[in-house]
């Protein structure tokens, strides 16, 4: 069994940048994929990113490779999510994921594990 905590949410401005965390328990962290979803009141849950075990592959959205990035720390059972220039349609709960291997990320229905989400908010 994993358990997800993320942390690092808040309300912000736009323009400014955030870091969300998501610290693992339970399983072999090195080995599993980890990604990030955010979600915004009415709408479906969208893929943000994803990171490999090794750290070595990383996917984005397109509209948010530019702007986000994600990195991980094995031995602390971590991954981060960077966000730059944080816009209004940001606004979402920030859920991160884990499961095993690298097909399909967007899909929700293959990730095994989820947090329960940080909220960000960002005023115009």
């Known amino acids: 069994q994993v358990h997800l905590v993320e942390s690092g949410g808040g309300l912000v401005q736009a323009g400014d940048s955030l870091r969300l965390s998501c610290l693992s328990s339970?399983?072999?962290?090195?080995?599993?994929?980890v990604g990030w979803f955010r979600q915004a009141p009415g709408k479906e849950r969208e893929f943000v990113a994803a990171?490999?075990?090794?750290?070595?592959?990383?996917s984005y959205t397109t509209s948010m490779r530019d702007r986000f990035t994600i990195s991980r720390f094995n031995a602390q059972n971590t991954v981060w999510l960077q966000m730059n220039s944080l816009k209004p349609e940001d606004t979402a709960n920030y859920y991160c994921?884990?499961?095993?291997?690298?097909?399909?990320?967007?899909?929700?229905?293959?990730?095994?594990?989820w947090g329960q989400g940080t909220q960000v908010t960002v005023s115009s």
């Open positions: 990171i490999s075990g090794n750290g070595i592959f990383t």
């Open positions: 994921a884990v499961r095993t291997g690298w097909e399909t990320l967007r899909e929700v229905k293959m990730w095994n594990y």
């Open positions: 339970g399983g072999t962290f090195s080995t599993y994929t």
